[in-house]
C-alpha cells in the first residue's frame, strides 16, 4: 500500500504545533493558560540539575514567556483540593495530569510485582518487602517523609548517595504506595500516602485494562507529537515494543491514527488526524534539553536535521558546546545553541558558550539576544554576561 506523502517542512510545522509553538505568548499567562500547555505536552520532565532553572519549569516558559512560576508549584504541589498535577514515572520522572494517573497504574502494579523500576529496587517487592512496609506503616501513622527524616545515616536529598530507607521509599513510590506530598530544601521529595494527595474522585476512577492504557497513552502520545514513528510514540511514556505495536495497529484500525512517510524518514509515521497544520511558524524560544519537543535526540535530528546531545555527564575538557545547552528555535528552525548558567549570587545570566547553526540567518544574533534577556527577566537576573 501506498502511503501518503509529507514533506519534512510540512512535519515539523505539525510537530510544532501539537507542542504549542503556533500560539503567541500569552500577555499575562495564568493558571489557564499552563493547564492547555500541559494538555499539549501531557508531561514536564522532572531533573535534579539547577545549573539554570528546575527542568519542570523551562516547557512552559517557552511556550508561554514569563509567566510566575508559583502557578506550577501550586498545580503540583498545593493542598489536595486544589491541585492538578501528580508525580510519577512517565517520561522518567514527570508532573503529569491528575487524570493520567489511572493509565499509568498498570506500572505501578508491575513495580509491586518487582516487575518494573530500577533493577536495585526490586528486592523490596520480594524478600525486603516486610521493610518496606513497615516504612510504609510509619507514614500512615505519623504523616508525610523523606529520606533525610530517616536515620540509617546514608538517605540524602541526592540522587547518587541513597540508603535504605531513600531505597524503601523510592520502590514505594514506584509501586504507587506513596506520591510526593511537596518539595523541600534542595529538591528534596516528601513522601506521603495518595489518599492523602491525589483527590478521591482520580483515585475512585477503575483500573483500565493494560491494553486500554496502552492504547490511551500512545494516543496522548500521538496528540502531542503531531507526526510520530513507532519508536517516538513508545518513546513518550516510555512504554514497551509489542504493547506499543499492538496499541498503533488498534488506533490505526479505528481511524485514529493515519499511517505516512514524510520526506527523508526510513520508517513510516504516524499522523494525529486532528494535528493542526499551520502553514507558516513564527515561534521564537529557548529549549531547554528536556523539552518533549526535543528530548527524543533520533526524532531532534529527523525533524530539524540538529543533532544534539547532552553533555553534563562529559568531562569538561571534552565537551563540544557545553553543560546545560539550550537550542534557540526560530520559526521552525533551530538555529542556534547556547550553553547557559544562572549566577543568582550576583543576579547574572552566564553565556558560557555560543554556537550558531549552519545556514542561520542574519537576524539568529539578535533573536538569540531577545531571548537571552526575556529570560534573565524572568528568573530575576539583572544582566546578560
Not at 34 to 56: C, E, M
Not at 168 to 184: I, K, N, P, V
Not at 255 to 268: D, H, R
Request: charged share 25%; hydrophobic share 40%.
Amino acid at each position: 500500500m501506498t502511503l501518503p506523502q509529507l514533506s519534512l517542512p510540512a512535519a515539523r510545522r505539525i510537530a510544532l504545533a501539537a507542542q504549542g509553538f503556533d500560539q503567541p505568548h500569552p500577555a499575562s499567562p495564568n493558571q489557564g493558560h499552563l493547564r492547555r500547555t500541559l494538555a499539549r505536552t501531557q508531561l514536564f520532565q522532572i531533573d535534579s540539575v539547577n545549573v539554570l532553572a528546575r527542568a519542570h519549569y523551562l516547557p512552559a516558559y517557552a511556550r508561554l514567556g514569563g509567566y510566575s512560576r508559583t502557578l506550577l508549584d501550586r498545580a503540583a504541589w498545593a493542598r489536595k483540593s486544589e491541585r492538578r498535577l501528580f508525580e510519577y514515572w512517565a517520561h522518567e520522572a514527570s508532573l503529569l495530569p491528575l487524570d493520567l494517573q489511572p493509565l499509568l497504574r498498570w506500572r505501578m502494579a508491575r513495580a509491586d510485582r518487582g516487575e518494573a523500576g530500577w533493577s536495585a529496587l526490586r528486592v523490596f517487592a520480594g524478600e525486603r518487602r516486610a521493610e518496606a512496609e513497615a516504612l510504609l506503616g510509619r507514614i500512615r501513622d505519623n504523616g508525610p517523609l523523606a529520606a533525610s527524616d530517616c536515620n540509617d545515616g546514608r538517605s540524602r536529598p541526592g540522587w547518587w548517595e541513597w540508603g535504605d530507607s531513600k531505597q524503601m521509599l523510592e520502590w514505594l513510590f514506584w509501586a504507587g504506595h506513596l506520591t510526593t506530598q511537596t518539595r523541600r530544601n534542595s529538591f528534596e521529595r516528601v513522601y506521603d500516602l495518595p489518599e492523602r494527595v491525589i483527590p478521591a474522585a482520580i483515585l475512585d476512577l477503575p483500573r483500565p485494562s493494560d491494553a486500554d492504557a496502552f492504547r490511551a497513552l500512545v494516543l496522548r502520545s500521538a496528540q502531542a507529537l503531531g507526526i510520530a514513528t513507532a519508536s517516538d510514540l513508545r518513546d513518550y511514556f516510555r512504554l514497551g515494543v509489542t504493547e506499543t505495536r499492538v496499541a498503533i495497529d488498534r488506533l490505526v484500525d479505528e481511524g485514529a491514527l493515519v499511517p505516512v512517510q514524510v520526506e527523508g524518514w526510513k520508517q513510516p509515521a504516524y499522523l494525529d488526524p486532528a494535528a493542526r497544520r499551520p502553514r507558516r511558524i513564527e515561534a521564537q524560544a529557548l529549549l531547554a534539553p528536556f523539552d518533549p519537543l526535543i528530548w527524543e535526540r533520533d526524532r531532534t535530528e529527523r525533524l530539524f536535521g540538529f543533532r544534539y546531545r547532552i553533555e553534563i555527564y562529559v568531562p569538561a575538557e571534552k565537551r563540544v558546546h557545553g553543560y546545560y545547552v539550550l537550542p534557540l528555535l526560530v520559526g521552525d528552525r533551530i538555529v542556534a545553541r547556547v550553553d547557559l548558567k544562572a549566577d543568582r549570587a550576583n543576579r547574572r545570566l552566564l553565556v558560557q558558550s555560543r554556537h550558531l547553526e549552519p545556514g542561520a540567518p542574519p537576524h539568529t544574533d539578535s533573536r538569540l539576544d531577545q531571548e537571552l534577556h526575556r529570560m534573565a527577566a524572568w528568573l530575576d537576573l539583572e544582566t546578560v554576561a
